[in-house]
């Protein structure tokens, strides 16, 4: 008995070479060896040490067949710390010879004189069987042949034989879990400039969140990325998706009834208006989080910043992955995705969704039962057909059905923040839909994408009025809004250096609707209002908006480490107020119109230029700043409650943008050090003001400041330890701001819905023999939420932590959310009458959760 030792270089570049000069010498030497295969090993390393074959000389082998197969009886994938071993049982032990042969981004490993005899038929196949495997197939390829593929997901695997006493072990490695090993990490590649480059190019204060950050911190949701992003914050209601305040750099969105601050995507689809954001997220690949002015290279602008969140592309390769897990509070939470070719390298489809529910956290005595309970789910289809190399087609599709409890807005100056007694539970109901064609090509000399989508989204709302057991009433909301859009963009190649250039256009349709936008009275709030029990006040409206823009951005080297970056930004906008009436309905149905005004315009237009500067340091150090122009357009506000020309349309926000910046990486890769610092000054910022039943009555025109920092560490200190670390500040304030409906001066006060700080601090180890520990650290300063500024949450910091076992592909884990169950503020407001209401955030949650991957 005899073992073969055949070993192929790591090195790419050693790979071909020894390619070149085996493939004259192939078939001498496979003659030779055919007449040895009864060698000891000890002598066959000394014949050949390295062998490559080429189709002629497998077929000379096929010519020297011995006359005798050896049959293996099973194939087994074994994890390494290079990467996996491919064994290949046999009955009693006999020699296989294998012939290896790197074809483009495949190993082919030929195996001669052999059978398949498998248990489960004559084929064994493992889909991502390791960090860059795409696929592993061992197949029989004619009656005296088997043929092992391995491909890589980009490079060619490398391989080498295992010496054993028994069977064949392939040692297999590919270019990406060799550089896992070494001392370099691997950075990570974004598309934030829309082109492919390395994190650590971009001249953008800019989070980027990988798939592999993704999972360990088990982000599914906004809030989930707002706590790895420096000067990011969600404010969420107790987890509930009633309405989703936000803050970026300290601009909210507090004032809903303007153009959200922050410009949010799904796979290129602009999102639109904070009820309509709240969502599982699914397949996650990659999340961009862009702070600061984004008018160039994203078709909807955004004040504030970008959120672009990529999912999964369809694989030309059977895959599954799912991921389950249930938790106190009866939480369930699920989510799968499954991808497959329809015909290889031309067409394949992504399947992707979830489903999650729980009981609420909000524990009702009035009623004995919860307010915000919650359960829904969503789920993405994508099409991908790639016609040829050049040419990358995208039909994508999505839909989300959520119903949910009430708010759950409680006193704050009830002892218990989890309980409450008000008459009326309420609901939440949320559902959307999204279609999208996105069509790219990328030539030697030029690229051209273009992106078409619709998406519609209905929110249908009740809550209580007063939140006490009274019978004060309840407050209803229905909004639906559709959004048409179009993008195209021509740029420069993906190789260009020197000079980059991009042009582009977009085009953005969005109808508006509000239908029962107010409040019913109940018995005991029938005086209060001077009207019947039962009564409505209502008021409904539609909205038309119309966005056209053109962009371009020139990139220049003048020389090698400075890059000269000039891009202007026109855009147009057109609101439309088409009608808004205030209704008061009787019990009996008898409509009084308190008013109704029709055909309210109000345009805005904006050239926005931006100049930067960017100068390579070192080749792991660059600084860059820039001066940009910021705009939110002027609108409508269909939320009024009078007919006033005042208050039915403000104008348009603008601001001017200054940041300085500095992005480092040391010790190969293993620590990265990126910091910023910014100024933002705002002339019109645009500031909602509520009237005495905290309805938005108007919107004013204030000017403020905002000036801040934000730091991000990654550090790996040694294999498998990880620390990731962020720390924004922010410091807000309105530099001329009078309440136009009080006239109070509210000048030097502070800006609403904004942390004066936050940090994030994650510190994990993934042990060799499976175990994994994760702890998270997650804090904010103190937030104002009222232009008085005396309504405010105290700082806080709460602790996440994860214990798990990973096999494979597959894991368990424990995971405990909050662990020390701090309580903290997330809004307030003084209710007339009723005294300071507000929601806390959620509560201890821990529970047991599964992954897999096939």
Known sequence: MGITLLRLAKDQTKMKLNYYFYHGFAPICIIVLSLFTTVEAQAIPE????????????????????????EVTGVQLRQTAEGLE????????????????PEGNQLIIDILDATLALPQGDQFQETNPTAGIGEISVTQIDANSIQITITGEQQTPSAEVVPSSKDLILSVSS???????????????????????????????????????????????????????????????????????????????????????????????????????????????????????????????????????????????????????????????????FSAPIVKDKLALRLSGGYSSRDGFIEN????????????????????????????????????????????????????????????????????????????????????????????????????????????????????????????????????????????????????????????????????????????????????????????????KPIEPLTLTVALRYESNDAELDFLENILTTPDGTVFPNFRVEDIESDSNALLPRFAVEYQITPTVMAYGSITAGYRPAGVNFAADNDSEEVLSFDAERSWNYELGLKS???????????????HDINDFQVVIANQFLLPERTDNADARITGAEFELKATPFDGFDILAGLGFVDTDFTEFTNSITGEDFSDNNLLFTPGYTFNVAMQYRAKQGIVGRVELVGSGATFFNEENTLKSEPYIIVNALLGYEFGNNGVYFFANNI???????????????????????????????????
Do not use: C, M
């Open 365 to 556: 005595t009035a009623q004995d039962n919860t307010v915000d309970d919650q359960s829904g789910g969503n789920g993405r289809a994508k099409l991908l057909w790639t016609p040829n190399q050049d040419w990358e087609i995208t039909l994508n599709g999505s839909f989300e059905d959520y119903r949910d409890g009430g708010a759950p807005f409680i006193p704050l100056q009830r002892d218990d923040p989890f309980t409450t007694d008000q008459d009326v539970n309420g609901f939440n109901d949320f559902s959307a839909n999204t279609q999208a064609l996105k069509v790219s090509y990328s030539g030697a000399k030029v690229r051209f994408t273009s992106i078409s989508s619709r998406r519609f989204s209905l929110v249908d709302q009740e809550t209580d009025l007063d939140y006490t057991a009274l019978d004060g009433g309840s407050v209803t909301n229905q909004f639906d809004s559709t959004i048409f859009s179009q993008e195209l963009r021509l740029q420069s190649p993906a190789e260009a250096e020197k000079l980059r250039w991009l042009i582009g256009g977009y085009f953005e349709s969005r109808d508006f609707q509000a239908r029962d936008n107010g409040f019913i009275v109940g018995d005991d709030a029938a005086s209060l209002f001077e009207l019947s029990p039962g009564s409505s006040i209502f008021r409904n409206s539609d909205t038309s908006e119309t966005t056209i823009a053109t962009f371009g951005q020139v990139d220049y």
């Open 86 to 101: 491919i064994v290949l049982e046999t009955e009693i032990g006999q020699t296989l010879v294998p012939l290896i042969l």
């Open 820 to 854: 020390f169950d701090r309580e903290y503020i997330t809004t307030a407001f003084e209710d007339i009458g009723f005294g300071d209401f507000g929601t806390f955030g959620s509560p201890a949650t821990y529970g047991l959760q599964v992954k897999a991957k096939f």
């Open 665 to 679: 990486s040391w010790f190969n890769n293993r620590l990265v050090f990126n910091a910023a610092i910014f100024q």
């Open 175 to 337: 270019e990406a879990g060799e550089q896992a090993e070494t001392d370099e990490v691997i950075d990570i590649v974004v598309t934030a400039q829309r082109t492919e480059e390395s994190l650590q190019e971009v001249p953008l204060s800019i989070t980027a969140l990988d798939e592999q950050q993704l999972a360990d911190g088990n982000i599914q949701s906004l809030r989930g990325i707002s706590d790895s992003t420096p000067n990011f914050s969600i404010l969420d209601a107790s987890g509930s998706r009633y309405f989703l305040y936000y803050s970026l750099r300290g601009f909210s969105n507090f004032n809903f009834t303007s153009r959200d601050a922050v410009a949010f995507y799904i796979d290129d689809v602009p999102y639109d208006y904070g009820g309509f954001l709240d969502q599982n997220l699914v397949d996650l690949e990659r999340v961009e989080i862009l702070r600061g002015p984004q008018n160039i290279l994203y078709g909807r602008s955004g004040i504030a910043g970008a959120v672009n969140i990529i999912t999964r592309q369809p694989s030309d390769r059977l895959e599954f992955l799912g991921d389950i897990s249930y938790g106190n509070f009866d939480n369930f939470q699920s989510q799968a995705s």
């Open 47 to 70: 014949t050949a040490d390295k062998l490559y074959h080429n189709r002629s000389a497998r077929d000379l082998l096929v010519q020297s067949d011995r006359g005798e197969l050896t």
